[in-house]
Antibody
């Protein structure tokens, strides 16, 4: 059972990236998923959430209108399209799986790093 | 930024017990019995230690225990060991826009 993120990199302010998270070892379509980030020297921040069906998506106010979460159950993956990048978006971005019946996150990836600089 | 407040660091000697706190509000920690705790070694994937305030997933040591009073949740670590040196994050379900919130993290040092 694991999650593996990819797609991070160094981008100029205003640029875009597409982060991906591939799941393995479990029935991906059953689970709600989230993207969580950690800026340098800071705590964790919830960025985006998707329900198991994908019908409900929720975003942190700080990224609303700039980030889009989507899932592809046929590929066991969840994506985060990030655009209009700001310096403050620089962080490690983690993909995480919410437990089926409890409000906690039992599987995490190791993260992918997004750097924003001119 | 993180909306659940944790002390920046806590330290203890091997064998001692320490407690980490996580303070929120009545729309998250205080309003739901949905606090969870995670252990994170930098560069690794975070590990779930506690869910629903005080429940341990299978395989997690009983040296880790959780509790809650009002808007503050706590994680206690007993019999402190060197490999407990890590950053610990809390999380809570929230009635606000984003349903899951995280804490600012507490770095535990074993002296």
């Amino acid at each position: 059972v694991q999650l593996m993120e990819s797609g991070g990199g160094s981008v100029q302010p205003g640029g875009s990236l597409r982060l991906s998270c591939v799941a393995s070892g479990f029935t991906f379509s059953y689970y709600e998923m989230m993207w969580v980030r950690q800026a340098p020297g800071k705590g964790l921040e919830s960025v985006a959430y998707t329900s198991a069906s994908g019908a409900t998506t929720i975003y942190a106010d700080s990224v609303k209108g700039r980030f889009t979460i989507s899932r592809d159950d046929s590929a066991n993956s969840v994506h985060l399209q990030i655009s209009s990048l700001r310096v403050e978006d620089a962080a490690i971005y983690f993909c995480t799986r919410k437990m089926l019946f409890d409000p906690a996150f039992d599987i995490w990836g190791r993260g992918t790093v997004v750097s924003v600089s001119s | 930024q993180s909306v659940l407040t944790q002390s920046a660091s806590v330290s203890g000697s091997p064998g001692q017990s320490i407690t980490i706190s996580c303070t929120g509000s009545n729309t998250d920690v205080g309003g739901h019995n949905s606090v969870s705790w995670y252990q994170h070694y930098p560069g690794k994937d975070p590990k779930l230690l506690i869910f629903d305030v005080s429940n341990r997933p299978s395989g997690v040591s009983d040296r880790f225990s959780g509790s809650k009073s009002g808007n503050t949740a706590s994680l206690s670590i007993s019999g402190l060991q060197s490999d407990d040196e890590a950053v610990y994050f809390c999380s809570s379900y929230s009635s606000d826009n984003m349903p899951y919130l995280f804490g600012s993290g507490t770095k535990v040092a074993v002296l």
